[in-house]
């Protein structure tokens, strides 16, 4: 009995470590994906009924929290409709106005609506009832809201004559049921629907539970939605592939028949070439969505979701017996079905199965071989690769990144971006290149860090490490050293641990990553230099120009350093700035503004003021702005 269970606990912990490991190569790929001022998203992988991926991310992660899934209700709404057919309480073919005989319209037609009609988009109403729509706390008197409003309101066309995407429809769906059953909407979807599969956290607005914290924008408050059968529910994602399961599998909440009455083409359309309408289930978006990029079999379920803060979606495949839930704010900055498809298809091939159908897993001896950090001048790239998926990310040595080409995908030969641009790699004297490739036409992009490396660095080079120079031989009228090298930090990257890196701040107006780098060596053709670094690089094309040197000396007990016609100054040995006036010296007198300031001094016809951030990136120039705002800490250059 002891051995049964240490292998039923060994098991399980297999199978989370399984999940860990999956869950953290998805997550890496969404977050190149999501935006930085993304406030939250999550996603859940379901196969076989059992959970393989799930997590949360963003701004502020809502790992056991609830989001918005807006519209996905509306496939709740059909299933609490079709739960009252079974039963012989509802008709889908009866008219509305017999169940509600307050519902009425100056428009006769709407006697023919029927709940059909509601449950696929072709009952003909005007579309949406906003007010209350979405706000700050639950509905209050909707229903009459809604009784008011297609009182005074036509329809657009004869019920039935084709489908137009109508949330109005589904209200009265939900009124329907409200109405037969005498209890609230929400109190009927948790106890027929959502508690019976063990989805504890789907709830109505007008019914949230309070265990689970709801997810909202960054700055905005919570959002709850007036017209629940068209798109009320809060879920965690993996409470959402609960719901979704039942679309795979026999069950209690719903019979085998309602659901080939949800799933069956139900929409309408009068264009032979609308290929869109005619796939409407009931609550669904498509009953057979198709999808050029991945081989997903027959019967996709597909439904999306969008309310004021958050964009989700739900696609159910039976092929793969798999589940997919997503939802994030809106500030995701990405398209959140094609985040979980792609995703889907990753963890498909970890499985062995690949699933797209015009891209190939990236061989592992590639990813071995060329997956790590690639270097040019002024600009290095981290490299990464998962499944048939490769990103280009720029980084910094002072840990910043910014997503550059992404979601790259490998044909079996290149890594294509775009229909006539990709990359490609390759290896030359024992080191790896990364390539681009135009119209195919090979340019070197960089070259991997591991093959850059040298003699290791002596202390006295690595005692200059981390050190700052500010730039300190500005002309009147110069732009170049006032925009793109205020000033120097020597640093280093783990990768190549021999080499230096010149980072060099530019204006902090700039909208690009604030640092121009460049990998240095103090080895000059093999001999060592004291006080002179080279370009490290040895790359063809644009990838290696500008390879700046560094020459250091001291003089008078101050630190400066040369690079390409101008004269950095150690900052630390910089003098507090207390009032003092321009010079004729040659140098521009620098000095630290430890006690901020807020007034510029007077400036005389020829002279020039920079004012740098303790980044030593210029903030402010005389020379093209006329106002000054005070500043708490920084630098004062007198020119």
């Known amino acids: 009995m002891i051995t049964m269970k240490a292998e039923i606990c060994r098991n399980e912990n297999d199978k989370e470590a399984i999940v860990q490991t999956l869950t953290e190569?998805?997550?890496?790929?969404?977050?190149?994906?999501?935006?930085?001022?993304?406030?939250?998203?999550?996603?859940?992988?379901?196969?076989?009924?059992?959970?393989?991926?799930?997590?949360?991310?963003?701004?502020?992660?809502?790992?056991?929290?609830?989001?918005?899934?807006?519209?996905i209700s509306k496939v709740y709404c059909a299933v609490a409709v079709m739960q009252l057919v079974e039963k012989g309480i509802l008709d889908l073919d009866r008219p509305v106005y017999e169940y509600l005989p307050r519902f009425t319209m100056p428009d006769k037609r709407y006697k023919r609506i029927t709940l059909r009609h509601c449950l696929s988009h072709s009952c003909s109403l005007p579309g949406t009832q906003w007010r209350w729509l979405a706000a700050g706390r639950p509905r209050e008197d909707y229903y009459e809201e809604v009784y008011r409003f297609l009182s005074h309101s036509a329809l657009h066309s004869t019920p039935g004559d084709f489908s137009v995407y109508c949330n109005d429809g589904f209200t009265l769906a939900e009124m329907v049921v409200?109405?037969?059953?005498?209890?609230?909407?929400?109190?009927?979807?948790?106890?027929?629907?959502?508690?019976?599969?063990?989805?504890?956290?789907?709830?109505?607005?007008?019914?949230?539970?309070?265990?689970?914290?709801?997810?909202?924008?960054?700055?905005?408050?919570?959002?709850?939605?007036?017209?629940?059968?068209?798109?009320?529910?809060?879920?965690?994602?993996?409470?959402?592939?609960?719901?979704g399961q039942l679309f795979l599998i026999q069950n209690e909440i719903i019979s085998e028949e309602s659901k080939q009455e949800i799933n069956k083409k139900q929409g309408a359309t009068f264009l032979k070439e609308d290929a869109y309408s005619t796939h409407y289930g009931l609550g669904w978006d498509s009953v057979a969505m198709p999808h050029t990029?991945?081989?997903?079999?027959?019967?996709?379920?597909?439904?999306?979701?969008?309310?004021?803060?958050?964009?989700?979606?739900?696609?159910v495949i039976p092929k793969y017996h798999a589940v997919l839930a997503i939802s994030a704010t809106l500030d995701c900055g990405c398209d959140v079905k094609e985040e979980i498809l792609q995703l889907f298809a990753i963890a498909m091939m970890e499985r062995g199965i690949n699933i797209w159908t015009r891209c190939q897993q990236i061989p592992q001896q590639i990813k071995e071989t060329y997956e790590g950090l690639y270097l040019s001048s002024g600009n290095f790239f981290r490299l990464t690769m998962q499944g048939p998926r490769a990103d280009v990310i720029r980084v910094d040595s002072r840990g910043g990144s910014q997503n550059l080409y992404t979601n790259l995908l490998f044909d079996g030969t290149k890594l294509i971006w775009k229909p006539n641009d990709a990359f490609d790699l390759t290896e030359h004297d024992g080191k790896q290149y990364l390539m681009g490739v135009v119209h195919e036409r090979h340019?070197?992009?960089?070259?991997?860090?591991?093959?850059?490396?040298?003699?290791?660095?002596?202390?006295?080079?690595?005692?200059?490490?981390?050190?700052?120079?500010?730039?300190?031989?500005?002309?009147?009228?110069?732009?170049?050293?006032?925009?793109?090298?205020?000033?120097?930090?020597?640093?280093?990257?783990?990768?190549?641990?021999?080499?230096?890196?010149?980072?060099?701040?530019?204006?902090?107006?700039?909208?690009?990553?604030?640092?121009?780098?460049?990998?240095l060596t103090p080895y000059i053709d093999g001999t060592y230099s004291e006080v002179l670094a080279c370009g490290a690089l040895q790359l063809p094309y644009h990838a290696g120009r500008d390879l700046l040197n560094l020459y250091f000396e001291e003089k008078?007990?101050?630190?400066?350093?040369?690079?390409?016609?101008?004269?950095?100054?150690?900052?630390?040995?910089?003098?507090?700035?207390?009032?003092?006036?321009?010079?004729?010296?040659?140098?521009?007198?620098?000095?630290?503004?430890?006690?901020?300031?807020?007034?510029?001094?007077?400036?005389?016809?020829?002279?020039?003021?920079?004012?740098?951030?303790?980044?030593?990136?210029?903030?402010?120039?005389?020379?093209?702005?006329?106002?000054?705002?005070?500043?708490?800490?920084?630098?004062?250059?007198?020119?």
């Open 178 to 243: 409200a109405q037969v059953t005498g209890m609230e909407y929400g109190e009927y979807c948790k106890e027929y629907i959502t508690e019976p599969i063990g989805a504890y956290s789907s709830r109505q607005s007008s019914q949230r539970n309070k265990v689970y914290p709801h997810t909202a924008i960054v700055g905005m408050p919570e959002e709850s939605i007036g017209p629940e059968g068209a798109g009320g529910i809060g879920t965690t994602m993996s409470d959402l592939c609960k719901f």
């Open 293 to 315: 990029e991945y081989d997903l079999g027959s019967g996709v379920l597909d439904k999306g979701g969008g309310t004021a803060q958050f964009s989700s979606r739900l696609v």
């Open 25 to 71: 190569q998805l997550s890496k790929i969404l977050r190149i994906d999501l935006s930085e001022a993304c406030s939250s998203a999550a996603y859940a992988i379901m196969v076989d009924g059992q959970i393989i991926a799930e997590d949360s991310m963003g701004k502020h992660p809502n790992h056991r929290g609830t989001y918005n899934v807006g519209s």
């Open 556 to 639: 008078d007990g101050i630190g400066f350093c040369y690079s390409s016609g101008y004269l950095y100054q150690d900052v630390t040995s910089l003098q507090s700035y207390r009032g003092q006036g321009f010079t004729d010296s040659q140098l521009n007198q620098i000095y630290v503004l430890d006690q901020g300031l807020e007034k510029l001094p007077d400036i005389p016809e020829g002279r020039r003021i920079l004012i740098f951030n303790e980044k030593l990136s210029v903030i402010y120039d005389s020379l093209l702005e006329d106002s000054f705002t005070a500043v708490q800490a920084g630098y004062i250059s007198l020119i």
């Open 443 to 519: 340019y070197p992009v960089g070259v991997k860090a591991e093959g850059c490396r040298c003699e290791a660095l002596t202390e006295e080079w690595k005692a200059r490490l981390g050190k700052e120079y500010i730039i300190a031989n500005v002309f009147y009228d110069d732009i170049v050293g006032s925009s793109q090298f205020n000033g120097i930090r020597l640093t280093s990257m783990p990768e190549v641990p021999e080499l230096l890196i010149a980072s060099f701040t530019a204006e902090a107006r700039k909208k690009t990553l604030p640092y121009f780098e460049v990998p």
